[in-house]
T-cell receptor
Framework: DGGITQSPKYLFRKEGQNVTLSCEQN?????MYWYRQDPGQGLRLIYY?????DFQKGDIAEGYSVSREKKESFPLTVTSAQKNPTAFYLC?????WGQGVRSKNIQYFGAGTRLSVL | AQSVTQPDIHITVSEGASLELRCNYS??????LFWYVQSPGQGLQLLLK??????LVQGIKGFEAEFKRSQSSFNLRKPSVHWSDAAEYFC??????????FGTGTRLQVFP
């Protein structure tokens, strides 16, 4: 099945530890995104990547890092510098709706990873 | 500044009742508008989208939304709610570039 796979579903981080969240897609999408979701705050963009080996900071990039070595994969590392990492993390990729110059961008989401601090 | 406002944090309706979830946006360019639904502990599923043309758009699960440029609104409606519609609903706005701006969500509770 085509889709976006996030793993693990639940993750626990110890003080001072870096943890990496996995996001894999087999939709052949060029662009991928990481969002953080906190209760009552909607989704906030952490990082995004439009193409392999390139990525840009979003609105809340501090304490996070990413890589984009393969089109299918966009892992997110929550570093020890992120002092409040407890949240639900969502990965998305961007697909096209329509054809050619009339095509429009739509974001599709994975099932999320819930990160908690021990 | 670009923003999306969902004024209702939490809405409760009875099963079979009609539903309207409000969404207002502030966006400089012609907006593309989306509604997503999120079940507890899950990702977001696209319900419907508006790019241009007919201002009343139909989506999945019997939902529809109407784009009203004069009111900067894109309200989501459903004529008869089912218990399985209980979830959180997010409105989002963007253009044809890279980013979407999301509202803070409306949690829908459905009573039998």
């Amino acid at each position: 099945d085509g889709g976006i796979t996030q793993s693990p579903k639940y993750l626990f981080r110890k003080e001072g530890q870096n943890v990496t969240l996995s996001c894999e897609q087999n939709l052949n999408h060029d662009a991928m995104y990481w969002y953080r979701q906190d209760p009552g705050q909607g989704l906030r963009l952490i990082y995004y990547s439009q193409i392999v080996n390139d990525f840009q900071k979003g609105d809340i990039a501090e304490g996070y890092s990413v890589s984009r070595e393969k089109k299918e994969s966009f892992p997110l590392t929550v570093t020890s510098a992120q002092k409040n990492p407890t949240a639900f993390y969502l990965c998305a990729s961007r697909g096209s709706w329509g054809q050619g110059v009339r095509s429009k961008n739509i974001q599709y989401f994975g099932a999320g990873t819930r990160l908690s601090v021990l | 500044a670009q923003s999306v406002t969902q004024p209702d944090i939490h809405i409760t309706v009875s099963e079979g009742a009609s539903l309207e979830l409000r969404c207002n946006y502030s966006y400089g360019a012609t907006p593309y508008l989306f509604w997503y639904v999120q079940s507890p502990g899950q990702g977001l599923q696209l319900l419907l989208k508006y790019f241009s043309g007919d201002t009343l758009v139909q989506g999945i699960k019997g939902f529809e939304a109407e784009f009203k440029r004069s009111q900067s609104s894109f309200n989501l409606r459903k004529p008869s709610v089912h218990w399985s519609d209980a979830a959180e609903y997010f409105c989002a706005v963007g253009d044809n570039t890279d980013k979407l701006i999301f509202g803070t969500g409306t949690r829908l509770q459905v009573f039998p």
